[in-house]
T-cell receptor, first 111, second 109 residues
Framework: DAGVIQSPRHEVTEMGQEVTLRCKPI?????LFWYRQTMMRGLELLIYFNNNVPIDDSGMPEDRFSAKMPNASFSTLKIQPSEPRDSAVYFC?????????FGPGTRLTVT | GEDVEQSLFLSVREGDSSVINCTYT??????LYWYKQEPGAGLQLLTYIFSNMDMKQDQRLTVLLNKKDKHLSLRIADTQTGDSAIYFCAVGGGNKLTFGTGTQLKVEL
């Protein structure tokens, strides 16, 4: 298995633009998590899904953030409009029997 | 909610043992994990321990759990330069985990 796949690996965008981050979990894993990592705040859980259903989105910072999981093999995290303070590394992780497998992350820079 | 704390930095000499510590608040946590993050990469699961265990050894890694004090530690024997990374402890039950702040381990020659 290729592991968790995230795209793009790097994204640079201007303030106000829409950003879409993508994640393909490991086949057969039934839970998916989105995290954000910054120097100031460390690793923050944004939202997670079980069987494609959002379970806990209390970590989503504001309405500008939204996440979807239309099927078991794909999820997106969208930021609209983006702001400089959204600059961070965004990870997704898929879960098998409690063990979280992280993707390589998307480094987002909003100028 | 759960609070997980770690010291931010640890520096050791190559060949020495490293001990990374973690404290947590939720005594109902059933799984406790250690993850490693190398520069520019995601977190990689190193090892884990169930809450009904006191110790787990896996090659150069030893995990100790003190449930009474809610204290978890990771010992790396014979630390190598390739062990330089950020180490996160994570605790929880089921699928959701709470991660610590991470400890940056620097291995000096």
């Amino acid at each position: 298995d290729a592991g968790v796949i995230q795209s793009p690996r790097h994204e640079v965008t201007e303030m106000g633009q829409e950003v879409t981050l993508r994640c393909k979990p490991i086949s057969g894993h039934n839970s998916l998590f989105w995290y954000r990592q910054t120097m100031m705040r460390g690793l923050e859980l944004l939202i997670y899904f079980n069987n494609n259903v959002p379970i806990d989105d209390s970590g989503m910072p504001e309405d500008r953030f939204s996440a979807k999981m239309p099927n078991a093999s794909f999820s997106t995290l969208k930021i609209q409009p983006s702001e400089p303070r959204d600059s961070a590394v965004y990870f997704c992780a898929s879960v098998d029997r409690g063990e979280q497998y992280f993707g390589p992350g998307t480094r987002l820079t909003v100028t | 909610g759960e609070d997980v704390e770690q010291s931010l930095f640890l520096s050791v000499r190559e060949g020495d043992s490293s001990v990374i510590n973690c404290t947590y608040t939720d005594s109902s946590s059933t799984y406790l994990y250690w993850y490693k993050q190398e520069p520019g990469a995601g977190l990689q699961l190193l090892t884990y321990i169930f809450s009904n265990m006191d110790m787990k050894q896996d090659q150069r890694l030893t995990v100790l759990l003190n449930k009474k004090d809610k204290h978890l530690s990771l010992r790396i024997a014979d630390t190598q330069t390739g062990d330089s990374a950020i180490y996160f402890c994570a605790v929880g039950g089921g699928n959701k985990l709470t991660f610590g702040t991470g400890t940056q381990l620097k291995v000096e020659l």
